[in-house]
């Protein structure tokens, strides 16, 4: 009976086949399971379909890799492709370059597949289920966990000093505050809630004497409880308000 094949390569000795050869074997099989358990490996994608191939028995293979990174040049939307029989999961960060999409799934079928949008060079955990012979799913794992290019939505996560750029949205995606940063800054605005009975607060500070600029666009103006602070009164009524 001669020795078969996992999906990843990985050799399947028979009772009593390969004498002589089982060190051998057994050491390049040892090495194919380090390679996916942490290996990692670049594949040049430069056309579509990009095929991740098994190499049975050997080392080398791609898709045998735990972490990959996708690159070369591309001209059109590309597809990289492995095997219906894969079962394992990936870290795989795009780097190709061109104003295109890759899409990772199966060779075949209509299970699900992972694809990063054009312009998208992030990565991505992903995980191949083969968990079906004809349609199996690749699904990306990715959207359980905050990423530098995820839309996430934190509750009940505590931010120690977050440094925020230049806008913060509304649960719209329109602008709430502009931020503008100064390089040298020492002086700022503090918010402070109040426990019952006593007035929240809108507070300069940094140096010993701040003041609070309110500047109105073109002739807009600075309203109090709905209205007009005149020119005259403006510092009467600052005073009023803070």
């Not at 990009?50 to 898709?63: C, F, K, M, R």
């Not at 349609?135 to 000093?161: C, E, G, R, Y």
Request: aromatic share 8%; proline share 3%.
């Amino acid at each position: 009976m001669a020795s078969t094949y996992t999906p990843l390569g990985v050799e399947k000795m028979a009772t009593g086949e390969n004498a002589g050869t089982w060190g051998t074997k057994t050491n390049t099989n040892l090495e194919i399971i380090e390679q996916i358990a942490g290996g990692y490996i670049e594949v040049a994608v430069t056309s579509t379909p990009t095929t991740l191939s098994v190499s049975d028995g050997s080392t080398g293979a791609a898709l045998a890799h735990r972490c990959i990174t996708f690159t070369g040049s591309i001209s059109e939307n590309t597809v990289v492709t492995i095997p219906l029989d894969v079962q394992d999961f990936y870290i795989i960060k795009n780097s190709v370059s061109g104003s295109y999409s890759v899409q990772f799934k199966y060779v075949s079928g209509s299970g699900s597949s992972v694809t990063w949008a054009s312009g998208d060079t992030g990565t991505k955990i992903i995980y191949a289920t083969a968990d079906d012979g004809t349609n199996p799913n690749i699904v990306d794992a990715t959207s359980a966990f905050v990423t530098a290019t995820s839309t996430t939505t934190l509750t009940n996560k505590t931010l120690t000093a977050p440094k925020i750029g230049t806008s913060i949205l509304d649960t719209n995606g329109n602008e709430l505050f502009l931020l503008t940063a100064t390089s040298s800054a020492v002086n700022e605005l503090t918010y402070a809630n109040a426990a019952t009975g006593n007035n929240p607060s809108f507070t300069a500070s940094g140096e010993t004497n701040v003041g609070i600029n309110l500047v109105p666009k073109g002739s807009g103006t600075v309203q109090y409880n709905g209205s007009e602070i005149s020119t005259v009164g403006k510092a009467i009524a600052m005073a009023m308000i803070f």
